[in-house]
């Protein structure tokens, strides 16, 4: 048997020592030794960093930029879905009060082009769709070989 070690924790402290040792069907003397060979193993007393300061403000930097490019993305498609077919006729309702179904459905008839030409720019815009000069439409494919147009 090896010498002796001893330790004075706090009650409670003692009290999850106590338990986590019940759990792992070990005595405390055995838990005690083999935890804190554990912590010796994975404890190095030089501690080196992941990155350096200037390292960290860059990464900081990039990512207050990703979130600002995702807020602006986020509000653009906000704007698009606003200027949707739900909010022609919440607009055309609040225009026209009591306003019966047939006259609602001749205004979106008659401004539907003009929606179809805003969402046809946005998306162009936003690379998703390209056209040609048929005023033919195409998905960009996300395709590294080609530039994608199908």
Known sequence: MGKQASTYPPEEQRERWKKRADELDMSMSEFLASMTEAGIKKFERDVEPDFTKAELREQRADLLEELNQSRERIQKLEQQVYRGERQAILDFIEDNPAAEYHEILSRIQQTAGKRLTDHLDFLTIEGEIESNTSEQYF????????????
């Open 139 to 150: 998905v960009v494919e996300d395709n590294d070989d080609d530039g994608g147009v199908e």
